[in-house]
């Protein structure tokens, strides 16, 4: 394994960049290990799932969280920053809650802690009712599938890339996955089909290529809960438009947060908040914020008179 030759003070950087970009957390999995900021409790249970994933509900109660509270900047007298406060709500199992706003209100530390790279600091977050800070973290992560913005792909086989989602996945159950995050067609016309190697000697897939891997482990994992961490790069429409169709088929019947960029993508969820410098300013599902004629009926007005 490569990882295994990387100098450990390396370690600590690719660790805090994963955690800053929500880039390819699971495969950052092995490194976690190394540097935890945050520990189990000692004889922490796994998290309990119902084998359907029919209990899956997720809820942030009174969350309120700042970076590094105790840490470096208290030492040195900096007041540490409150990033989200007071935030409340629920996702019931199966649906979706899309997360808007401008850049830095906090929207992506909203998936960092339900992946539980920190701890927060007041309230709590639950997966079936359960305390995430009671249960080990790799039960938590193995509850959670995360398609990020940018997926960092492994210099190895396609094939790999994609079990990755699920270790010991047959080449059948590799190729059903990529068929339905449609890339199947791609791979199958590249030289070596699913042994070709990707990377920079490799093959070199474009952001919706690389977007539609992450579909397919994810779809290998088949977790009960999903974060989507909506690309901000440009896509072209008809991509940006079947991706979303297939994002949508993903996370069918599974508990799912969206960090949406588009508004397009969040018509349909269950729930929309609106945050603005770590706060839910406003909340509903489309109809309902398009009718408050807030700050979610202007992003829509300018959006559509962009698009
Ligand atoms: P974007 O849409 O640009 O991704 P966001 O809404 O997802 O933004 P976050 O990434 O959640 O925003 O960041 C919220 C705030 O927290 C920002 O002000 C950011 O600077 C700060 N922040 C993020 N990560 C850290 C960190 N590791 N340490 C300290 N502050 C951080």
Do not use: C
Request: aromatic fraction near 6%; charged fraction near 20%.
């Amino acid at each position: 394994m490569i990882q295994l030759y990387i100098p450990l003070n390396f370690l600590g950087v690719i660790y805090r960049e994963i955690k800053q970009s929500l880039t390819d957390l699971e495969k950052m999995f092995s490194l976690m290990e190394r540097e935890r900021e945050i520990a189990d409790a000692p004889e922490a249970p796994p998290l309990q799932l119902a084998a359907d994933g029919s209990d899956a509900s997720v809820r942030f109660e009174n969350v309120t969280f700042s970076y590094d509270p105790a840490g470096s900047k208290a030492a040195a007298g900096i007041e540490a920053r409150t990033i989200l406060h007071h935030i409340s709500f629920e996702i019931p199992a199966g649906k979706t809650v899309a997360v808007v706003g401008p850049s830095g209100s906090g929207k992506s530390t909203l998936a960092r802690l339900l992946f539980r790279f920190y701890d927060v600091q007041q309230g709590r977050i639950t997966i079936a009712g359960q305390d995430i800070r009671n249960v080990t973290q790799s039960s938590v992560r193995q509850a959670i599938g995360i398609v990020p913005q940018d997926t960092v792909l492994f210099n190895d086989t396609v094939e790999y890339n994609i079990a990755y989602g699920r270790p010991g996945a047959s080449r059948g159950e590799v190729e059903a996955a990529a068929k339905a995050a449609h890339i199947h067609g791609f791979i199958a016309a590249a030289p070596k089909g699913y042994d070709t190697m990707v990377g920079e000697r490799g093959l070199k897939l474009s952001g919706g290529e690389k977007q539609r891997v992450a579909i397919a482990r994810t779809l290998l994992k088949n977790p009960p809960v999903m974060i989507f961490d909506e690309a901000t790069s440009a896509l072209d429409s008809a991509n940006e438009r079947a991706i979303q169709a297939e994002l949508q088929g993903v996370s069918r019947n599974k508990t799912t947060l969206v960090i949406a960029h588009r508004l397009s993508t969040v018509v349909d969820a269950h729930e929309i908040l609106v945050m603005d410098a770590g706060h839910i300013i406003e909340r509903g599902n489309h109809a309902e914020l398009l009718a408050a004629n807030g700050r979610y009926a202007s992003m829509w007005a300018l959006q559509q008179s962009g698009e």
